[in-house]
Nanobody, 118 residues
Framework: QVQLVESGGGSVQAGGSLRLSCAAS????????MGWFRQAPGKQREFVAR????????SYADSVKGRFTISRDNAKNTVYLQMNSLKVEDTAVYYC???????????WGQGTQVTVSS
């Protein structure tokens, strides 16, 4: 079993930055792909970014490319999402999740709210 706890959300003006963290515990972090997702009010949860175990492979949603950066520190069992040039439409609850290679995201955190105002 893996437990994921997000932190770092908050309120920021458009153009600002936030860094989200997701701390994993409960079992070995080794080999897991980590992902960030978000869900805005009235919308479905959507993929934001993911990173493989080594950190050498990342993928981003088109809407955040060039503005968000995902990274991980395996020694700290933590994955990060640096969000720059935030837009009002980035407002959502952000979730981290993990999966094995080829598997489904079956472990999820509780989410952290990000609110971007104009």
């Amino acid at each position: 079993q893996v437990q994921l706890v997000e932190s770092g959300g908050g309120s920021v003006q458009a153009g600002g930055s936030l860094r989200l963290s997701c701390a994993a515990s409960g079992r070995t972090f080794s080999g897991y792909v980590m992902g960030w997702f978000r869900q805005a009010p009235g919308k479905q949860r959507e993929f934001v970014a993911r990173i493989n175990w080594s950190g050498g492979s990342t993928s981003y949603a088109d809407s955040v490319k060039g503005r968000f950066t995902i990274s991980r520190d395996n020694a700290k069992n933590t994955v990060y999402l640096q969000m720059n040039s935030l837009k009002v439409e980035d407002t959502a609850v952000y979730y981290c999740a993990c999966r094995t290679v080829g598997g489904s995201y079956n472990y999820w955190g509780q989410g952290t709210q990000v609110t971007v105002s104009s």
